[in-house]
């Protein structure tokens, strides 16, 4: 089968990478959600308030409060070190238990992962992949051949729009399966990807992210 003539894809810009990184957010759930989205909140808050600590009271002082070396109450100011000592506590314990339980969890959906994928192990399973990947590169996902390329006609060959609906779409695949926590990030992924992949090839006409879009600009329900 010879393949359509699409003009090339562009280059991916950074707003449209961290577009597809958020989007891609969902595959992560649990202790993996927690640790790269959650986590980064938290840790930034407990950096902050040492920093207070390290300016009132020192850096010194502050680092032993925080591994518990230290009462909070032998400080200069016990009630600015003492929020200090107890996020401490909480932080390192916390984020000890979350990275332990990543690191069992990651090693038991890579083990899912090449079970589902056989000899295409060597592909890494990141963010929601990017059509022009699935079109030219060797990805290992298992979808339709042509795929990406039909569904970028599907949108008068405009990679940028056929991205984008290709990306909701996906994001609504990873979503439906939040409930299920037995799958990890990649796994999660991988079947999100196949499933739109063979839902959308199916299907006869427009995408159907374009017709939700004409309804919206309209002001008429999907």
Known sequence: ????????????????LVRRRRRSLARHTGIQYWLRVRGYYILAGFVALFGFNWVFIGGQVAYNVTVQIDSPWDTRIPLLALPLSLSGWLVVTGFAGAVAGYVVTEVTDNRNVRALRGRSTTRR???????DRLQYSRHGFEIPHYFAIRFVLRH???WKIA????????EKFLTAREADRTRGSKQAMWEAVLEAAYVLDGMSGRCPRCGRDTDEE?????
């Open 125 to 131: 399973i990141g963010p929601i992949p990017r059509l």
């Open 156 to 158: 008068d060959g405009s």
């Open 163 to 170: 991205q984008d609906h290709w990306e909701i779409i996906v």
């Open 218 to 222: 309209t002001g008429t329900d999907a």
């Open 1 to 16: 089968m010879a393949e359509p003539d699409v003009a090339a894809p562009r280059w991916e810009s950074l707003r449209e």
